[in-house]
């Protein structure tokens, strides 16, 4: 840890977790113990997080599309979304972590719709981690949402203008500041429909580790690549010669 420079830590890391069935095929082991494992990643990760005081982390666990994989995979995905939610709900509030769904809710059943509003509301006033967990998530249905919420606050005359500061306030994301670094595991070079507003100037970061072997190292090896780019947001880097 001491390696890295703090001050050039990322304020908001996404990370993409993929590759949890290719690691339980590897093994010859069912898809679901890939999502075990791929469960103690996400612990491993957020708890790192936490330690370096990186202010927000946005972990891609349900895109809209995971819906359409078979029923018992699909199960076993929200039956360690609730264990998940049962046994970190302590950890959170003594960690200070806030906990915030990034993604439509209403797509849950019932009983996980309560849990998940109920850890957001329990941990609502935590402030030392910012820990977002997209789930039933669609990049572009977010931004079609903000097109509909916004066209009817125009109607009622809510609004009248239109910039990208008012727009990212209709987003899941409002008032975060968008993820410097997008980290996706399993080498899979592709965007999957996630952030897609919020990912505009975020530095990619691909690596081959498979999300349930990607662990505090692999997660160091990636914020420390990270703290060596140079991020220019579109612009040029003021050289020797002076000119911007
Ligand atoms: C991608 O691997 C992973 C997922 C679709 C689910 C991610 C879920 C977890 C890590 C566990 C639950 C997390 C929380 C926060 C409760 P894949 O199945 O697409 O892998 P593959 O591409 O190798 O088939």
Known sequence: MSKLEQSKLP?????????NGRWAKMRGLPRAEGHIHGLESVRNIVTLTRKLHIPFLTLYAFSKENWTRPRAEVKKLLTLLGSFL???????????????VVGNIMDFPKRLQTQLNAA????????????????????????????????NDVKMGHITNIDENVFQ????????PDPDLLIRTSGEIRVSNFLLWQIAYTEIYVTDTLWPDFREDAYMKALTEYTKRERRFGSVKENSSGRA
């Open 86 to 100: 049962e046994s970190e709900l302590q950890l959170m509030m003594d960690e200070d972590i806030r906990f915030r």
């Open 169 to 176: 306030g209709y987003l899941y994301t409002k008032g975060m």
């Open 120 to 151: 957001m509301q329990k941990t609502s006033n935590n402030s030392s981690l910012s820990l977002n967990i997209a789930l039933s998530y669609s990049g572009r249905e977010e931004i079609l949402n903000a097109v509909r919420e916004i066209i």
């Open 11 to 19: 304020a908001h890391v996404a990370i993409i977790m993929d590759g």
